[in-house]
């Protein structure tokens, strides 16, 4: 039966855990009868919910994560496996010591500040509380923790210094033309002129084939990706889709197919021995030069992604087709990233809604 006796002036704690092998703790100096009983109920209470640990058996935060790392590889795409490994490795380091059930609310919430204090970016440290909060939920499924303190600390707010989206990262239409002037190589100019005129992300463009460019129903179709060297299918449903492409954009990919002398099955941008072009030397040796002759800022290759999305808005294109367009899961991720570009006024739309009525 649990219970507390003291023993050369210090409280000792006599109990069982739910394997059923004894547990026993001397308390430090100076611990009181009183609380050594509530120590004692809280130990019964954890046992009875079968996540009592002995303390030298407690993981550490480093070790759970290399567990819970080890278990998601087989589920987990190699680049993704490859970023939460980086993620533990780097930007966990003040706690990879600390036990596992000592990481507390304040603890994490002591770490968000910190991350942010050192400057990183909202994207970022979302990433990274990703990261966190599944490391935790795994300890949680296996009975380390009674519960996740990552999904209940605070999590940082969007600002206008913190949030990148309010960044001028978003090229103008006269900017848009300068850029793809001052490309040189045609291959990298129809390349930029098709991120710019369908917004697919840049692994999706770098691994896109000819058999992809359906010229006669004015389309590409988007099956893989390319990330890191290697071909990977789409990592969602809604991103695996069919983007309308212009006249324009279709006489320009006619004429690159052409200059290229390549076939159905070749990829439609290749580097110069035929094989797929890898993003850091596409943007060092062809984007960032090409911005920096044409006067524009030192934007990424993403942003003619966020570009596509900022100028359908600006038609007033259907939420529900840009969200389709862009590959997005629901309409709703769309208006959270390009909410702020959308109209807070419409007069136009008071006077429409006025002829409905009256009219």
């Known amino acids: 039966m649990p219970c507390i006796a003291k023993r050369r002036g210090r409280w000792v704690i006599d109990c069982y855990d739910q394997q059923g092998k004894r547990y026993r703790k001397t308390l430090p100096a100076g611990i009181t009868k009183q609380k050594a009983r509530t120590i004692l109920r809280d130990i019964e209470e954890k046992v009875a919910r079968g996540t009592f640990l002995h303390e030298k058996r407690t993981p550490t935060f480093e070790e759970v994560a290399a567990e819970w790392h080890h278990y998601k590889k087989s589920n987990l795409r190699a680049t993704t496996w490859e970023m939460y490994e980086i993620h533990t490795r780097l930007h966990f380091k003040e706690i990879q010591h600390v036990k596992i059930n000592q990481i507390t609310i304040a603890a994490v919430e002591k770490w968000i500040a910190r991350r942010q204090a050192e400057g ?45 989206a309010g960044k001028n990262t978003i090229l103008k239409p006269d900017q ?43 389309q590409i179709h988007i099956k893989r990706t390319f990330n890191n060297g290697r071909f990977f299918e789409p990592k969602t449903k809604s991103s695996i889709r069919s983007i309308d492409i212009s006249p324009a954009l279709i006489l320009e990919l006619r004429k690159w197919r ?21 993003h850091d030397n596409m943007y060092k040796r062809h984007f960032k030069p090409a ?40 309409p709703t991720v769309t208006l959270d990233v390009y909410s702020h570009l959308m109209k807070s006024e419409n007069p136009e739309a008071a006077m429409r809604l006025e002829k409905t009525i009256f009219s």
């Open 176 to 218: 848009i033309r300068k850029l793809l002037d001052a490309t040189e190589s045609n291959k990298y100019r129809t390349l930029f002129l098709t991120a710019v005129m369908t917004g697919a992300r840049q692994g999706e463009l770098l691994g896109l084939k000819w058999f992809d460019v359906d010229f006669e129903r004015k």
């Open 258 to 278: 052409l200059a290229s002398g390549s076939k159905d099955q070749d990829l439609v941008f290749t580097n110069e021995s035929g094989g797929p072009i890898y």
């Open 120 to 164: 990183m970016c909202l994207g970022m440290l979302r990433k990274l509380l990703v990261t966190f909060n599944q490391i935790m939920s795994y300890s949680v499924r296996h009975r380390l923790i009674d519960f996740n303190p990552v999904r209940d600390a605070e999590r940082p707010r969007k600002t206008i210094d913190n949030d990148p």
């Open 291 to 330: 911005l920096k002759t044409a006067g524009l800022p030192a934007i990424r290759f993403h942003d003619l992604r966020h570009t596509y999305a900022s100028l359908l808005i600006e038609q007033g294109e259907n939420i529900k087709y840009i969200q389709s367009q862009m590959g997005h899961s629901t």
